[in-house]
């Protein structure tokens, strides 16, 4: 597909995708990368892409200098591409593993659990209000793709959790007190598993809501980082479940 030359940076075309820097969202976000502009073009879902050389994309492209690639990238040293993405539109639950973020802050860590649940078959995702968007670029390149093939959702609490108790996903929470030790714990076929904020932890009205809550055993510290610890325990759900 021919590709439109640009060599301003004041383009309007540059302009309008630098926005989505700080401004992405479902409808446009920037992808960086070969690998990220791949998987969503696989996806179906890129729009539009700016490259220092010629690409097989079906979509609108326009060859640009590094220039241009520098202004639409967050990397010190980016690869010679840049993609603008949508997002598909949610659709209603259907894995059986079901992840519940309660207000994730830190977009590495977000993309970083996305990337972790898609791994691990919780292949829908529901960030509740307060989390990082799922297209901040941060987000987008710790999620190494994933969020492209996971069913993203957003909501605030109280539909959240009317929507798991409704489709019949049991929700087991995450805390460091009144908690049962991860070692051994058997989860059902069919859950929702709730990590909660960086600081915080799960919030207590969740918790309160859980039909048990789990906490993962250590020493020589207190806490782990959210998305180490989102890493065990879907690993666990997936491979160990009921294991001691």
């Known amino acids: ?58 979509v609108s492209g326009y060859l640009v200098g590094e220039d241009i690639i520098k202004r639409l990238s967050t990397s010190v040293h980016p690869e010679p591409i840049v993609g603008i993405a949508k997002a598909a539109s949610p659709k209603p639950l259907s894995s059986q593993r079901v992840l519940l973020l309660d207000r994730i802050q830190d977009p590495g860590n977000l993309g970083t659990l996305l990337r972790t649940a898609l791994c691990f078959g919780f292949h829908d995702v529901i960030a509740l209000t307060g989390s990082c968007s799922y297209f901040n670029p941060k987000a987008v390149q710790s999620s190494q793709g994933a969020l492209f093939s996971l069913n993203l959702m957003r909501m605030g609490e109280r539909e959240a959790l009317a929507l798991l108790e409704k489709e019949g996903y049991p929700l087991f929470g995450t805390s460091l007190q009144s908690a049962r030790p991860l070692e051994g714990f058997a989860f059902p076929a069919k859950f929702a598993l709730c990590l909660g904020n960086e600081g915080q ?35 666990y759900a997936a491979y160990l479940n009921g294991k001691d």
């Open 1 to 58: 597909m021919p590709m439109e030359r640009i060599t301003s940076k004041d383009n309007r075309k540059v302009k309008e995708a630098a926005k989505l820097l700080s401004k992405g969202g479902p409808e446009g976000f920037l992808v960086e990368g070969h690998h990220l502009v791949s998987m969503a073009y696989e996806a179906g879902l890129l729009q539009s892409f700016f490259a220092t050389a010629p690409q097989p994309y079906e």
């Open 201 to 235: 932890g799960v919030a207590k009205t969740i918790l309160e809501r859980c039909q048990t809550n789990i906490k993962i055993s250590m020493a020589g510290i207190d806490s782990l980082n959210v998305g180490v610890a989102g890493g065990i325990l879907m690993h």
